[in-house]
């Protein structure tokens, strides 16, 4: 594909969760490229490992995740080998990230003067003062009225709009090459998330960013990416341009997703055969599809092939066997 | 913030009215008579009619919220009464035996801050390595352990084994040491494991990730963020420990013969000085209440919210 321009790019990405009742799988070969003004959307429902590839893109995984295998690549430098200094450098800088819920993502002791001129002073050279300066000329940016004011507010006493607002400001400061939006609106109010939406674009058009916008919402989808993949179980089943993948899906889960958004689940949905309990038990998990439990197009076939992501066409990747 | 403070010290009144109230009538309920433990106090045989004579005098005649009237606008005064046993103002008594007992409490204070905050901070950071483990163990000793024998292990061997430390008594700033030290042992374990805990869940709270996404260095993290709101639970209960540890340690006191609130109170009480133990009561009463106020001021100025509720209303 088209390499050369990708800012970003994620090879192979598979992370496992090891919980008290065991090791689990949550993010299975996952493979994708940023690049530099584009936006990479990618949905699936709650559970499918969105959250695990965002912090992984920062080696921010939690304690009890790890990454097993593949790569991430940031410019020449590999994100997962390189040293926690060298990391630490580039978060905040080059790879910004907005985080699901502002109201959590501040210091409810800390204002928000404190957190916009700490993140400008560890990755800039400059004083105290020449950092407020610079944050209020953001939060104006922003649309932000009085940042004087603001920069003494402490978070609880601002919106989650606001606060949201905040969050892109100072990512708007450093200038990064990407941004990584993990559900940036879905705390949000309909206003609010237009909003955001607004100023998400400004960042792509003005600064050039690549961003890496993560939502269960497939209309915040449509209207923001470029090119969209689809996650389920761990797994990005579905990837194509969004024009492709809105007018065109291939993947049975994909299809599902968008008739269910317009409203056209079909009673027939109720007839569909799943595979039999007997069935069920000869399932190989290695090798399984991961939708085959909720597959209304399941048979044999699908229990015991690896599957890859294969080109349906150009520039349209599917991870069934029907399609390939 | 100026009008959470008039906010709060007024709230005060009525407790303390409260514990006047509470105090009175605890003694006035608890079998025995005041006059006569006077007389025996004075060495007087308590005969009927001594005892009728000495009622009247000392008012204990009239009706109880008549008595309770009177004592508490002398209390306001803080005319305490007279001790009956040594006979001096009951204030005075106090303000003797408090001064020596904030010395004891202050630097208990210090070694329990200097010892613990570090500690379980460093603990919460290295969890499961070896200084979370050795922090464990001091925990589980410190709050197994009584403190009559933790004072006499540190007498034995620091004092009289060593000689780094004086035996007894009260004077010179040694004598301070090995008694704060016995009365801050058991809160030491207590606040590291308190400060460890609330370190470790607010490591995992999404303001800490968005630090670290942000870039700032893990030092930064921890001194900035998660220190000052890991603080905060500590800070109540280190706030409840002070107000205990101000109206007197017994034990640390009989063991070190340290002339404390809590050897005058247990001593009128041996010797039923009525007066002596409604003071102290009252005054032990007053110190918890203060310390109280101290906690929420401190708590309002490291937390922006409490601050800005008690500002709105
Ligand atoms: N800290 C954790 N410990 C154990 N398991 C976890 C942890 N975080 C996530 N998981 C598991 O990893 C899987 C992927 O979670 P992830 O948060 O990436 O999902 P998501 O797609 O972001 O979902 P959502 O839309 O709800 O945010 C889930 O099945 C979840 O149960
Ligand atoms: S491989 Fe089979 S089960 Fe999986 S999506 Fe395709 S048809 Fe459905
Ligand atoms: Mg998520």
Known sequence: MMGQHSILTVNNLNIVVST???????VNDVSFELEAGKVFGL???????????????LNLLPD???????????RNKDILNCSTEDVRKVRGSEIAMIMQNPMTAFNPVRNIGCHFIETLRTHLHINKH???EMAMAYLEKMDLPYPENLLKQYPFQLSGGMLQRVMIAITMSLNPSILIADEPTTALDA???????KQLDRLRNEYNTGILLVSHDLGVIAQMADEVAVMYGGYIVEKASVLKLFNRPKHPYTRALLQSRLGLTRRKEKSVKRVSVS???LINRETACPFIER?????????????????????????CVKLQ | MSWFIVKRVTSLLPILFGISLITFILLHLTPGDPAAAYLRASHIPPTDEAVATLRAELGLDKPLYIQYVNWLIKVVQLDLGISYVSKNSVWEEIMLHFFPTVQLAFASCIFIIVISLPIGMISAIYRGKWIDQFSRIIAF??????????GFLLIYFLSVKLDLFPVLGRGTFAHLVLPSLTLAFPYIGTYMRLLRTSTLENLNEPFVVYARARGLRERRIVSRHVLKKSLLPVLTGLGMSLGNMLSGAVIVETVFAWPGMGSLFITSILNRDYPMIQGCLLFMGAIFVVCNLLVDLTYAFLDPRIRWEGGKK
């Open chain 1, 20 to 26: 008290p009742h065991g090791v689990t799988q949550t």
């Open chain 1, 43 to 57: 949905v699936g429902e709650s559970g499918s490992g969105k959250t695990m590839t965002c912090m992984s893109l």
């Open chain 1, 64 to 74: 009890e995740a790890k990454v097993v295998e593949g790569s991430i690549k940031f």
């Open chain 1, 130 to 132: 020449q950092a407020r």
């Open chain 1, 191 to 197: 206003t609010n998330q237009l909003q955001i939406l």
């Open chain 1, 279 to 281: 069935h069920r038990n």
């Open chain 1, 295 to 319: 597959c209304g197009d399941a048979d044999h076939t699908c229990a015991n092939n690896r599957l890859e992501l294969k080109e349906y066409e150009k520039d349209h990747l599917v991870r």
């Open chain 2, 141 to 150: 000793v410190s709050v197994s352990m009584p403190a009559f024998w933790l």
